[in-house]
């Protein structure tokens, strides 16, 4: 009994040792990486105790440990699915696709990872669901990382009438972006006349932000083209086609 308590104490002792020492340490390891390094430390320090308690109850630690094993492969084949989560999450533990924090698009779901294991990853979404994804569906699709880069493009496109002043419109979108204060100035924004289509001359306008700020830059930019286009006498034009009669 004295051989458990001091082991489950030691064990205690040796997660918070190693948590202080991962999480402290100059390699940045993710926060799955620390979790199973902490959780390791404590599982093998206790199974040690455990063994060496059982010996000295006069236990033969052979026979057990060969029980053990027959025990796990019968277990394996049980846990197929679990395994292959396990492995997704050892993949995704040494590749580090993503950590706590981030936000990412994987297995058709886009959200922040809000918790890790080795067997599946929380994902809170965008409307503030918690979903909870096995990692072999994670590990087995594309993984888009939102926020791993600390700049993302917007990519809008806005229409003029063909009897529109090109170089007015042109202005106005170039002074619409380098007005907004979330808009960064490296890299540079692009506005440029893209595209004339059947109905409309085509401007693309590219302004780079923040991961955390494209949406609020998206609908401004939107809502104060819209509103000076109108104030300029610029057309947004709507998809036109002319019908031609013919008498046979």
Do not use: C
């Not at 599946?120 to 699709?141: A, C, E, V, Y």
């Not at 993984?143 to 880069?149: C, G, L, S």
């Not at 063909?162 to 808009?183: R, T």
């Not at 401004?220 to 046979?248: L, N, W």
């Amino acid at each position: 009994m004295f051989i458990l308590l001091l082991t489950v104490l030691l064990a205690k002792l040796t997660k918070r040792i190693v948590a202080k020492a991962v999480s402290n340490s100059k390699l940045k390891f993710s926060k799955l990486l620390q979790d199973f390094f902490t959780s390791l430390s404590g599982k093998i320090i206790f199974t040690l105790g455990l063994l060496i308690a059982l010996s000295q109850l006069g236990f033969e630690l052979g026979p057990l440990l060969a029980g053990f094993g027959i025990a796990g492969v019968i277990i394996g084949f049980a846990l197929q699915d679990t395994l292959s989560n396990f492995a997704s999450g050892m993949m995704i533990l040494i590749y580090r696709p993503f950590d706590v924090g981030d936000l990412i698009h994987a297995a058709g779901v886009t959200g922040r990872v809000s918790h890790m294991s080795l067997v599946s990853t929380t994902i809170k979404t965008l409307d503030n669901q918690r979903l909870i994804i096995p990692n072999n569906k994670i590990w087995g699709d594309t993984i888009n990382n939102i926020t791993a880069e600390h700049h993302r493009r917007v990519d809008m496109t806005f229409d003029i009438s063909y009897s529109d002043n090109i170089e007015q419109a042109e202005a106005v979108l170039e002074q619409l972006v380098q007005e907004h204060p979330k808009v960064l100035k490296h890299p540079e924004p692009t506005v440029k006349l893209h595209l004339l289509g059947e109905s409309s001359v085509d401007f693309v306008v590219r302004p780079w932000v923040r991961p955390e700020d494209y949406w609020e830059v998206y609908w401004d930019i939107t809502r104060a083209v819209k509103m000076r286009f109108d104030e300029e006498g610029i057309s947004i034009p709507f998809p036109q086609r002319d019908v031609h009669f013919y008498r046979g």
